[in-house]
Structure formats: C-alpha cells, structure tokens
C-alpha cells in the first residue's frame, strides 16, 4: 500500500510539488489547495488558488504546447474545462473554478477565434477543482494512431453504383417531368427499373441537367434509389469505413468504383475527456443528466473533421462521399447514435437494439454528401460489438477446422473463439494498462515514446527504441535523433516488452515481485519505500527519469490475468483443452510482439508460428481488422448480410461468479507456452524456470517443460533483431 508523506502547512513551490509525483503522476499537498485533474493523461496535482493551468500542468508533465512563452500569443496551449461530477477523481468539476476571460484573452480572441469554451491555459488562472482537457491540438507529442489498411481480396460489389445518362430534351409536346424523362433513360440504357427517388435529389436535379446540357451522371443505391445527380460525366465516388473506438476513431476512404483504399486517417476519441474506459463514461452519465448528449456531440464534432481530413488527403471533396459503415463496442454505437448508453452499465446490459441500423448522414449530423446512406453494424451483445464482428468477418474462422482464438486487445478486450461449427464470445475489462494507462511512466503511441524494450541478461542493461526512431538507444546517433521529441514514456508494447525482458533477465519474478536482491548488480534497480524499481531511462537535466514500479507490474498482471482468464472460460465453454491458431487485433493488439505475449502468459499455450497480431502478419503493414472489415461491407453488399449472420449466430458467453477464481488464478507473469518452445529464455534463467513451478491454470511444473527447451534457440530469437 503507498503512504502519502505528510506535507507541511507552509506553500511550496509549484516545482517542488512536482517532485513528489505518485507513481500516478499525482502531486499531494495541503486540503486547502485545490485538485486539477489533467485528462487524457490522467496526471493531477494540488496547487495554490491562482496558479496558472500552463505551469500547473508542466509541473506535472503534462503535454501541453506552448512557443510564446505564455505571452497568450501564440495560443497553441488552449485547454477546456470539463464540468461536471468525476466520481472516479474525487472532484466537481465547473468553469466557476476557472479565472474569468482575461485581457490578454480577449485580445487574442479577437484576431484568432478560439472554439466555445476554450481557455488559454498560461493566461486561466485555478481557483478551485478542475478537471481540465488538453485537446490533441494542443499537445506537442500528437497520438500516432498508427491503423492503415491492406489489400483484402474481396469481390467488389458496391451498393452505390454510377451511370451516365443522356436524358432527353422537355418540349411543349411532351409535359412529362425532368424525373420521369430521367428514368426512362436509366430504364433504357441500363434496364433500371422501379426506381425511386427523394425530395434531396429533385431539388438538385434541373440544375443539373441544364448544366450537363442533358448529360448526368446518377448514383443508386442498391439498385433501386435515386440518390445523388451531378452534371456532365463523374467517374468516382468514395465511401467511409470508420471504427469508432474508446481511445481512437479511425477511417478508411474507399473508392467504390475500384476498391482502392485512397486516404486514411486517425484521431483520439474526444469522449476521453468524460471517462478514459467504457464504464467510466458510462458513470459520467448516470452522475451527469444529459451527459450522453456532450459525449454524442464531441464523437460527432471529430468525425466531421476526421472525414474532411481523408477528404483532403485524396483530394476530394467530403461531398463526394455517399456511403458510410461504422463499427465500434456497443457503449460506442450507442452514444454515435444518441442512445443513452445507462442501461449497459449493469447488469443484464440490454442494448437498445442488436439490429443494423441504416440512416441518413443528416441524422447523425455528419457532414458528407447530404444525401448519403449510413450503416452501423449490429452488435452481437452487452458488451460485445460491431467491432468484434467485424473482426470476425475479416478473418472468417467459420471457414476453417482449426479452432482459432481472436482477441480484439484495448480497455475492454473481445475474445472470439470457434471454427466452423461454432464461434463462442465474450469481453473481458482489461483495463487501459495495456494502452499505457494506470503506468507510472505510461503514456500513448505518440513520438518519443518508449515502444521496443530489450534487458541484458547479464548486466540488466536497458537498450530501447522509440517511436520517430529507428535506432536503438545504445547506437550511434540516437540522441540526435530523437532531440526533438525526446523520450517521453512508455507506450503499451513498451511496458509489455519491458516486463516480459525484465523477467527472462530474473529481475522480475514469477509471482510479479521487482527482485531488489539484484540491486548489487546494477544501480538501475532501486528501492522504492518497501519496494524496488526498475530504472528505464535515467534522468536528463531536460527529462525525468522513466522507471519501470512495482506498481506497474501489478497493473499489467491485473490486465493479463482478465484476458486469459476470459480466454480459459471460453476454452473450458468449447470443452478443448489447446488453441490451433492464435490472431491478436486492436490498436495495441496490432503492435505487440506475440512471443512477449506469451512469454507473459497473456494468451494460452499454441505453436508460435500460428499465433500472429494483426501488425506483422506475412509482413505485410499494419492491418486493423475490423477497419478492413467496415470498407468490405461498403465495397461488397453480400458481405453485410454475412455480418448481420454473425452478429446473429454467435454464442454470447457472460462472465460469472467463477470468472473471478480463474482470475485469481492465472495473475503470475510467465506463460509456459513460451519456455516449451524455447523463446528467448537465456541460459542464465535455465535455472531459474528449473526451481519455478507454475501455478494457476498452467498446472504442470517448469523444470518438467524445461527438459524441452532448446538452449541454443535461447538467445537468438529475441537477440536477432
């Protein structure tokens, strides 16, 4: 347990709070201070009434950009308050604790517009509990949502079709309307018949027509709506797979004449700021009447901007975008469609509907061609979405003998198990660990940030890359290349690799317990009150030092022992004892290292060559699965039925009682799948997993397994990079 050291009455400095962080990055002082919560990072601090929010928040490291010196000239440091009751930090938070509008902001206002609500923080002063957001634009090291899509054989089929038409001419002999001279040249040059056609499009069409001197081109749908007409020829037209998940909304533009996948684009989901996990924000909502109203807005705000930045990026108008597909986690689906999402917050978690949901995009307020159809697909259950489905229909383990097992890995991890006779699922609440959350040193994919983690097994050495770099931290060079970034913390498949290096080098045991008997052996491990550490990252005179606490670990173990144990439930469910094949997904799933995966017992025992993430599969890039699988569903029509069959045929297997004796069982770090196959366990361990036994559901003794371990493999499959 931490004990907060007692503070004295006396005020201190705002750089001497900052010193005494908590392994959360939380600053605690005297009561009659008041609390500023920081969000996404999630750091907090109490300081003096009348601090200014910038030197509030860098004393805690917060990422928060400024260039003019907090002159309130540059206005890169603009924050807004989020009110509200947080009862997950403690406070109330309202802009009443905020400083009225200063001169200074005011002057800034009225040459650069700042959007409603925005403060500039170096000019906002703190005059009591605040939870404060830092928008992505407002941060120097900007998230890197690193999801791109690849090819996908598919059989194009599009539900939105083009034809170019020459429509004849009206005449006084002849009263019939443009409409109906229209769809006689449709029914005649391309045997569309029974069409039907909305107000939308006839205000549009005589315009068109006299501007195309009779010659259009018309869009339908499904071959039967008249959705969209544009003078002259127009050879292309896109759709908008979007995932929208907790941490990041991602979107993939589709040509839908080719199939071509021609921008994509990523931001963070601005819900953030109500909740970092589902529950949370679903909290905020019970707390906050009329809460899921702000979070609907905000998710609807950031995917107009999304879909005119991969407008921008092809080159097109977002006007010329006539389909949309979304998947996300049902409390997701829910707030994008306005629904308030209280009743997924308990038990029997009865979503409002398990249906697809085909609309307008004026509907959800999305600014694309005004015309265009939107589809949401179904979700299977409670807590088991559109995204799990469409993780399914990308890697279709219905068409296969081999039991496969899908783990969809974030705040809330989807487990798919099956083959094709039958396909189990569940969610399991992971928690936001594994995204660099609830780390001490944590923070998410951005630049700089800690993500390839190697331990030397003799001198218990750190080396380690970051993203931006290519290089390691012991070659020449590094430093110059990462001075504009810095080394700013660890990301998720960071502090995995970390843990997972640390324990084949014996620092970490297997029961989680940093080994401070090792101390002698390297200054990087130190005691920490009735602890140790692991020291990452020394400190520089511009950086603290990044450390790997005790803390930490337990996070991590609480996160994998939920994970597995969902994965053992579904297994004992199926009534097999072993898995064919393994497939990872999500945003950290698609990063990670299968063999650390392993090697921490995240996942269960398989042949390494069959367990694979979505980030290294056949080395091809990145793939996010159920971003491919929305961009199927707008290019091949009999694709969404299949996914409407999913959702359908999937047998939803809720967490009981015994979920949490299996979870109290599997919460050591190692896995033996990876010691039988001999991964990366370096011979000075060889003793170590000989005296080990495994516990929990491995249920065999390591020294056994070992006897199969081939020591010359050790160190090369971890070493060899």
Known sequence: MVKWAEVAAK???????AKRCSIFGSVFVSGKDALVVFTPSGRRGRFPVGSSLLQAARSLGVDIDSVCGGRGICGRCQVLVSE??????????????????????????????????????????????LVIDVPSSSQVHKQVVRKAAEAHDVHLDPLIRLYFVEVQEPDMHDPSGDLRRLEDALEFEWQLTDLSCDVLVVQQLQTALRQGEWKVTVAVHAGNQIIAVW??????????AVDVGSTTIAAHLCDLASGEVVASAGVMNPQIRFGEDLMSRVSYVMMNPGGEV???????????????????????????????????????????????????????????????????ASEIDFAIHRNARIYVLPCIAGHVGADTAGVILAERPDLTDKITLLVDVGTNAEIVLGNNQRLLACSSPTGPAFEGAQISCGQRAAPGAIERVRIDPVTLDARFKVIGSDLWSDDPGFAAAVANTGVTGVCGSGIIEALAELYLAGVIRHDGVINGELAARNPRI???GRTFSYELYRATEHAPALKVMQNDVRAIQLGKAALYAGVRLLMERMGIASVDRIRLAGAFGSHIDVKYAMVLGMIPDCILSEVSSAGNA??????????????????????????RAFALTVDLHQMRPEHLQRFQQVGHIHGCAAIDQGLQIPASMAQTFSRTQCSGDHGRCCKQRNARVSLQTVEQQLRAE
């Open 11 to 17: 005020p201190e400095p705002v750089a001497a709070q």
């Open 84 to 129: 509200g009751e947080f009862s997950k930090h403690g406070v109330v938070s309202s802009n009443d604790n905020l400083s009225p509008v200063s001169a200074v902001e005011q002057e800034y206002c009225s040459t650069q517009p700042m959007q409603q609500g925005r403060r500039l923080s170096c000019s906002a002063q703190v005059l009591g509990d």
């Open 231 to 240: 003078p002259k020829l127009k050879e292309h037209v896109y759709g908008l």
């Open 294 to 360: 702000e979070m609907t807005v905000a998710v609807r705000a950031a995917l107009n901007d999304l879909a005119v930045e991969v407008a921008a990026q092809a080159g097109i108008s977002a006007k010329d975008i006539l389909e949309a597909t979304f998947v996300g986690n049902p409390i997701m689906h829910h707030l994008l469609l306005g629904i308030n999402p209280v009743e997924l917050g308990g038990a029997p978690f009865a979503l409002a509907t398990d249906r697809a949901i085909t609309l307008w």
């Open 526 to 528: 130190q005691p920490d």
């Open 618 to 643: 056949a080395g091809s890039q990145t793939r996010e699965m159920r971003r491919i699988a929305a961009a199927l569903v707008i290019l091949a029509r009999q694709l969404r039925d299949g996914h």
